[in-house]
């Protein structure tokens, strides 16, 4: 049985993006990609709404080949190209999934949390989202988020995109907190139920 384990970094005062959606004024540092890779290297797939997984498709897939590019950025792409990717949208098709293509489900919205809890029950690794901001908030109002993996920025950016879209249906419970190495992030992992 997998986990469905949702990983965002957020401010402080709880933001996953600035006004207009710019995540770039988050604290992103190396601390940032360590975590992913983690956390990647531990998940069979990745789940995630239109708009994160055009926005890795246009990113991702070239890094793994660079050699200008850091290790784990290069390693978190060679992940990227080969794990199984289930999108939930109803705008996307096979056709926008470009060299994904092979590695790549798309799900109607209709159709997601019957899905998305049969993969549960039937996987060994973890499910992973990373952003798609709406889709873990709606699948964590219907139960199925396992884990909430929230990493926090030491910024304040009093406006923009709120990580939680309404209060959690279920009780979260403390589970790890660590300050991520040379880093002022600070992880705050959360069992759900």
Known sequence: MSKLVVCNL???????????????VLPLDESFSAYNIERLRAADTMLVGRTTYTGF??????????QNQPAVEREISSINNRID???????????????????TRILRRAEAHEQIAELKRHGEGDILTFGSTTLWNDLLAAGLVDELHLMVGNAALGAGDPAFMAASPAALTLAEVRQLEGSDNVLLKYVVG
């Open 57 to 66: 498709l246009s990113y991702w897939p070239a890094i793994a080949d660079d």
């Open 85 to 103: 990717k289930v999108v939930v949208s109803d705008t996307l098709s096979p056709d926008d999934t470009g060299v994904w293509r092979e590695t």
């Open 10 to 24: 957020m401010s402080l005062d709880g933001y996953i993006a600035g006004p207009g959606g710019d995540v770039m």
